[in-house]
């Protein structure tokens, strides 16, 4: 039972994984494609990884699987934050059809 | 005019994907569930190779950081599948070593993209 459950979180996994890929490649600007990007991948990856954990069993292959999620869920959100930031600072523009710069007028404020 | 030629290759490429037979995975055929997870494996490196093309044509600096980024992300999924379909429990070892790796070298690409030193 326990092996058919954790192939249908393979499953969405993969799912998030493509979805997440393909939002990648057709989005038009960084900060989109950060945004479509890192959190489909993360979830879909942190699946996988359950799903894994699942099949395999209470070995060492499974918790080093859990251990391996605590350290994406911790990691991946400041990563995507860290290129934001510093592709901002950089001085990407964004897209045309974008509505607000929040950042942008922070910065504006300060100086 | 050929905006919808990218989403046409690429649900063409999983139902074909699908279709076609799985990896054979040269050590253990007789595993359960083996075929499902070759198909899987087809599809992980399909979504890798989208990544490969935003690394390619990205056209600024930030867009190949990010590509890298999710690459290394989904080359952890490639591992943790390949545990549950060869048996070999060191390849999520792979997995972790390869997440603290990414991890590390995504924070240094990005102070390197916003122009300051490293030591800062």
Redesign the interface.
Known sequence: MS?IIG?IF??V??AF??F???G???LPD?YN??QA??KC??L??CS??FG?FL??GF???GM??L??II??IL??P???H??A???H??G?KLWDGSVVDKYAEDKEGEA | MFRWL??AI?FIG?IALIIIRPLPFLFYPDL??VG?LGR?LY??I??CF??L??IWKGP????R???I??LG??I??LC??L??STGR?WY??I??AW??QS?IS??AL??Y???RNFDE
Do not use: Q, W
């Open positions: 092996n192939l393979i499953t996994g993969l994984d493509v997440g890929c393909i990648l490649v057709r960084v494609r950060l990007a890192t991948v993360t879909g990856t996988i990884l894994t099949i395999v070995t060492a292959a080093k699987a251990l391996c350290f994406l990691t991946s400041v990563a995507a860290a290129i930031r510093g592709a600072r950089a990407v | 990218t989403g690429i999983i359960p569930y499902f899987t599809i992980i399909l979504a989208l990544c093309y935003r600024t600096g930030a867009d950081i990010v590509a980024d999710i992300i989904m952890i999924g943790s599948i545990t549950i429990s999520i070892d997995g972790i997440a603290l991890f995504t924070l990005s102070k993209l916003e122009g």
